[in-house]
């Protein structure tokens, strides 16, 4: 498996855009989290899903962001529109039956708003 | 509200040595706890996992010790090499009904030839 793929691995916009960042999960793990580093905050949970269904998204910041998963294999986290203090690094993971077990990280989305 | 706290920031020793680096939380009614590595551009690698049950375990170099009631956790390196120089993050989880985790900021650590 080619564990967690996120993409873009860069992504620079103007203030004002819309950014949408993607992630697809291990194939067969059913929870799947998105998570923002920065320097200033550390690594905060966002939102995550079990079984294509959103269970938490009380980390989301405001209205601006939005977070969706189609379908098992697919997720995206929408910023609209985009601002300078959203510079960050967003990570997505995944897990299988139980969000503590076999957590794998992608590699990680570095966002840069001008 | 649960609050993880890791220190040092930053740790630099020389290659051999033996370390320990430092996780406190101020609730003690946690779910399990931990430790991650997370090498730079990189995502994070989880390198050992503590029930709340648990007093520790171990994964070759590794030890990991919980003491729950007094919130804290260690992370045991033994005979450091260069290639363990990354940085280590713990996390906590609150509950089984819930997937989040709570990270402190981090130990960035070097371990020189």
């Known amino acids: 498996d080619a564990g967690v793929i996120q993409s873009p691995r860069h992504e620079v916009t103007e203030m004002g855009q819309e950014v949408t960042l993607r992630c697809k999960p291990i194939?067969?793990?059913?929870?799947l989290f998105w998570y923002r580093q920065t320097m200033m905050r550390g690594l905060e949970l966002l939102i995550y899903f079990n079984n294509n269904v959103p269970i938490d998204d009380s980390g989301m910041p405001e209205d601006r962001f939005s977070a969706k998963m189609p379908n098992a294999s697919f997720s995206t986290l929408k910023i609209q529109p985009s601002e300078p203090r959203d510079s960050a690094v967003y990570f997505c993971?995944?897990?299988?039956?139980?969000?503590?077990?076999?957590?794998?990280f992608g590699s990680g989305t570095r966002l840069t708003v001008v | 509200k649960q609050e993880v706290t890791q220190i040092p920031a930053a740790l630099s020793v020389p290659e051999g040595e033996n370390l320990v680096l430092n996780c406190s939380f101020t609730d003690s009614a946690i779910y399990n706890l931990q430790w991650f590595r997370q090498d730079p551009g990189k995502g994070l690698t989880s390198l050992l996992l503590i029930q709340s049950s648990q007093r520790e375990q171990t994964s070759g170099r590794l030890n990991a010790s919980l003491d729950k009631s007094s919130g804290r956790s260690t992370l045991y390196i033994a005979a450091s090499q260069p290639g363990d120089s990354a940085t280590y993050l713990c996390?906590?989880?609150?509950?089984?009904?819930?997937?989040?985790?709570?990270f402190g900021q981090g130990t960035t650590l070097q371990v020189k030839p």
């Open positions: 993971a995944s897990s299988f039956r139980d969000p503590s077990y076999g957590y794998t």
């Open positions: 996390a906590v989880r609150r509950s089984s009904n819930t997937g989040k985790l709570i």
């Open positions: 194939s067969g793990h059913d929870y």
